[in-house]
């Protein structure tokens, strides 16, 4: 599963007026977006996230400041650093996650496939370990 997470570099255009970047579904990203939010005013000690989704995909987007993402699928571990308005990192289904390390400034785009509902979140560590084992194991 973390194999499947990635970097996304979305293209830039700009002038001396400033730069924009255009980021569409199912192109620059691999699936139609339902839902967009944001998180901000986060402490850098503070951890959000901590939960995966059977069915959710995300990007997120460091549109300004940095953050830390780390993700986990059961056996693996990566973190990443988003630190630049133009870089995204794509988060299948079934990836836990872990937002931290905010700056002061930051603000961190969610983009995910699903609309919220609440019963499609695994927010407990040891439940998703058990989860991914009967994943890996055929029991589900």
Same mark, same amino acid.
């Given at each position: 599963?973390?194999? @499947?997470?990635?970097?996304?570099? +979305?293209? @830039?255009?700009? *002038? ?5 970047? %255009?980021?569409?579904?199912?192109? *620059?990203?691999? !699936?139609?977006?339902?839902?967009? +939010?944001?998180? =901000? ?11 995966? #989704?059977?069915?959710?995909? +995300? %990007?997120?987007? #460091? ?7 780390? %993700?986990? *699928?059961?056996? #693996? @571990?990566?973190?990443?650093?988003? *630190? ?5 990192? =794509?988060?299948?289904?079934? %990836?836990?996650?872990?937002? =931290?390390? !905010? ?10 496939? $699903?609309? =919220?509902?609440? $019963? $499609? ?17 055929? $029991?589900?």
């Amino acid at each position: 599963m973390i194999e @499947q997470c990635r970097l996304i570099e +979305f293209p @830039q255009k700009g *002038d001396d007026r400033g730069h924009l970047v %255009v980021v569409e579904g199912r192109g *620059d990203i691999p !699936f139609d977006i339902k839902r967009v +939010f944001y998180i =901000y005013g986060s402490d850098k000690d503070v951890i959000r996230g901590r939960h995966a #989704n059977y069915h959710s995909e +995300f %990007v997120l987007i #460091n549109v300004a400041g940095t953050s830390m993402v780390k %993700v986990d *699928d059961g056996v #693996n @571990q990566k973190i990443y650093h988003l *630190d630049r308005p133009h870089i995204g990192i =794509y988060l299948p289904r079934l %990836v836990w996650k872990d937002m =931290y390390g !905010f700056s002061g400034d930051s603000v961190l785009l969610c983009l995910a496939s $699903e609309h =919220y509902d609440a $019963e $499609e979140y695994i927010r407990d560590y040891d439940m998703y370990l058990d989860v991914m084992r009967k994943k890996t194991t055929g $029991e589900v």
